[in-house]
Structures are given as structure tokens and as C-alpha cells.
């Protein structure tokens, strides 16, 4: 007869299956982390960096369209207007913070908001104004060729916006 013998050998140590599942999750979040950084670094690569945003980066896109010694030229025009446009942008978006704060508080302090308000319209003001004098300047270093161009640039852009601003309404039920 023979005899069966049984080996003791330890058992196989697994890990428990819930940490496996937190491992799966936590690796697909560290993904989408890592994609949303990744994205908005080429976003903003490919935007011009910080300068991509705003009236400065809609008017580097229109330079990129022009030959580029004649870009570079123009470029040095926006370069100009930075120092005295971007701390007035900087200030104005300080102003809606702070009106938003007091628009939330309660209790509402109508006086308050309405002040923070008006600091707000008048900082936009003078951005927009300084925003006027940089497009002047632009506009008598521009040929005429080159100022129709912009009109038209300006247009589809403006079109686009717009329809990309349409798609995202709600359009009426139909019954």
C-alpha cells in the first residue's frame, strides 16, 4: 500500500482583493491627474503661455498669420502696452473677487456691493481704455492690406464665438 504524504509548505500569501481595487483606482486617478496637468501645460504652450490668454494672445494668434520678421515687428507693439495693460487687468480681477465676496455675505450690505462695483466698472475702464491706446498704435504700424486682414480675422473669430455660444443654450422643446 502506499502512503500519501502530505507536504507542509506555508500558505501563499495574496493580497487581499479590496486592495487591489484601491490600487486600480488609485493609479487611474493619479492618470487623470497627471492628463489634466499635461493638457493644461499644452494648452497654454500652444496659447502663447500665460500671454495666450486675454486681447494680447488673440492678437499674437493674428501675428502668427504674417510673415515673421514683419510679426516680430508688431510684436514689439503689444510688448510695449504689457507694463501699463496687465496691471490694470490684474486689479480688475482683484475688484470682482472682492465685489463677489460682498454680493455672497450676509447680511447683504447694498452700499458696499455697489461701491465694490463701481471699482469694478471703473478699473475695466481703463483697461479698455489702455487696451484702445495699444490697438491705435497697432493700427498705424498695420498697412492697409494688413488692417483689413485683421478685420477679417477678428470676424471669424467673433463668428465662431459665437456660434460655439449658441450650440451651448438651451433651444426650445419641441412638441
Same mark, same amino acid.
Given at each position: 500500500?502506499?502512503?500519501?504524504?502530505?507536504?507542509?509548505?506555508?500558505?501563499?500569501?495574496?493580497?487581499?482583493?479590496?486592495?487591489?481595487?484601491?490600487?486600480?483606482?488609485?493609479? !487611474?486617478?493619479? &492618470?487623470?491627474? %497627471?492628463?489634466?496637468?499635461?493638457?493644461? /501645460?499644452?494648452?497654454?504652450? #500652444? +496659447?502663447?503661455?500665460? *500671454?495666450?490668454?486675454?486681447?494680447?494672445?488673440?492678437?499674437?494668434?493674428?501675428?502668427?498669420?504674417?510673415?515673421?520678421?514683419?510679426?516680430?515687428?508688431?510684436?514689439?507693439?503689444?510688448?510695449?502696452?504689457?507694463?501699463?495693460?496687465?496691471?490694470?487687468?490684474?486689479?480688475?480681477?482683484?475688484?470682482?473677487?472682492? !465685489?463677489?465676496? &460682498?454680493?455672497? %455675505?450676509?447680511?447683504?450690505?447694498?452700499? /458696499?456691493?455697489?461701491?465694490? #462695483? +463701481?471699482?469694478?466698472? *471703473?478699473?475695466?475702464?481703463?483697461?479698455?481704455?489702455?487696451?484702445?491706446?495699444?490697438?491705435?498704435?497697432?493700427?498705424?504700424?498695420?498697412?492697409?492690406?494688413?488692417?483689413?486682414?485683421?478685420?477679417?480675422?477678428?470676424?471669424?473669430?467673433?463668428?465662431?464665438?459665437?456660434?460655439?455660444?449658441?450650440?451651448?443654450?438651451?433651444?426650445?422643446?419641441?412638441?
Amino acid at each position: 500500500m502506499s502512503v500519501t504524504v502530505r507536504s507542509e509548505t506555508t500558505p501563499e500569501r495574496r493580497a487581499p482583493r479590496w486592495m487591489w481595487i484601491a490600487l486600480v483606482v488609485s493609479l !487611474a486617478l493619479n &492618470l487623470l491627474v %497627471a492628463g489634466v496637468v499635461v493638457s493644461a /501645460a499644452w494648452h497654454l504652450r #500652444h +496659447a502663447g503661455g500665460v *500671454d495666450g490668454f486675454g486681447f494680447r494672445g488673440r492678437l499674437t494668434g493674428f501675428l502668427k498669420s504674417l510673415p515673421p520678421a514683419r510679426s516680430d515687428e508688431l510684436r514689439a507693439v503689444l510688448n510695449r502696452a504689457q507694463p501699463e495693460i496687465r496691471p490694470l487687468w490684474r486689479e480688475a480681477w482683484q475688484e470682482r473677487r472682492e !465685489a463677489a465676496r &460682498l454680493f455672497a %455675505a450676509e447680511p447683504f450690505d447694498r452700499e /458696499a456691493f455697489a461701491a465694490a #462695483h +463701481a471699482r469694478v466698472l *471703473d478699473t475695466e475702464m481703463k483697461a479698455r481704455k489702455a487696451h484702445l491706446r495699444l490697438i491705435t498704435e497697432l493700427a498705424e504700424e498695420l498697412t492697409a492690406d494688413e488692417r483689413q486682414a485683421l478685420l477679417k480675422w477678428w470676424g471669424r473669430r467673433w463668428r465662431a464665438g459665437r456660434e460655439s455660444a449658441d450650440a451651448g443654450r438651451d433651444r426650445p422643446r419641441e412638441r
